[in-house]
């Protein structure tokens, strides 16, 4: 059974930073691309980042790039997502999630939880 298993979330200040993990277990993760997405009350699910297999390519959605940096250890099987420079419209739902392929590509293959991160102004 593959299970994925977000922590780091929290409350925090508008300014400051987090570093979310996804720990995964049931199976290898070092064939597969991972992303962390969000959600925020009344919002779709969105696409925060995603990161190929081997760690050498990721890709930000706009209103992260430069704040937010995704990276993984394979050798751990886990997926982190620092985020500096918080804003309230970080706001959400975080979810780890993987890809069937090396590459992100189409949906989700796993789900994470999710784990709550709340920006106050």
């Known amino acids: 059974q593959v299970q994925l298993v977000e922590s780091g979330g929290g409350l925090v200040q508008a300014g400051a930073s987090l570093r979310l993990s996804c720990a995964v277990s049931g199976r290898t993760i070092r064939n597969n691309a991972m992303a962390w997405f969000r959600q925020a009350p009344g919002k779709e699910r969105e696409l925060v980042a995603h990161?190929?297999?081997?760690?050498?390519?990721?890709y930000y959605a706009d209103g992260v790039k430069g704040r937010f940096t995704i990276s993984r250890d394979n050798s751990k099987n886990t997926v982190y997502l620092q985020m500096n420079s918080l804003k309230p419209e970080d706001t959400s739902v975080y979810y780890c999630a993987s890809n069937r392929g090396g590459s992100w590509y189409g949906l989700a293959e796993f789900w994470g939880q999710g784990t709550q991160v709340t920006v106050s102004s």
């Open positions: 990161i190929n297999f081997h760690g050498g390519r990721a």
